[in-house]
């Protein structure tokens, strides 16, 4: 079963910065385009960035220009790093596949933005 631990969220005022990280047990990323997602309370969970093998991303427009995602297959991590934070950027992050059966949902990591 495949594990995936999210880490670096904090608290962080507005227009400040943090870079997430998302480890996977075994060699799990390689070969898969894999996506940071984020889930509001009340919310549904969207997905905000996705990096397919060659390093290459895309972004949802909310966060485009701001966040940069990234990736190390030899490490088994993803990263997400996140500028100019806004208080609408408050959530539970996770990373996970972007297509075919997912893997089972890490803990997340929570952000939180606010003065």
């Known amino acids: 079963q495949v594990q995936l631990v999210e880490s670096g969220g904090g608290l962080v005022q507005p227009g400040g910065s943090l870079r997430l990280s998302c480890v996977g047990s075994?060699?799990?990323?390689?070969?898969?385009?894999m996506g940071w997602y984020r889930q509001a309370p009340g919310k549904q969970r969207e997905l905000v960035a996705r990096i397919i093998n060659s390093g290459a991303a895309d972004y949802a427009t909310s966060v485009k220009g701001r966040f940069t995602a990234s990736r190390d297959d030899a490490k088994n991590t993803v990263y997400l790093q996140m500028n100019s934070l806004k208080p609408e950027d408050t959530a539970v992050y996770y990373c996970n596949k972007v297509a075919g059966t997912l893997f089972r949902w890490g803990q997340g990591t929570q952000v939180t933005v606010s003065s």
């Open positions: 075994g060699s799990v990323f390689s070969g898969n385009a």
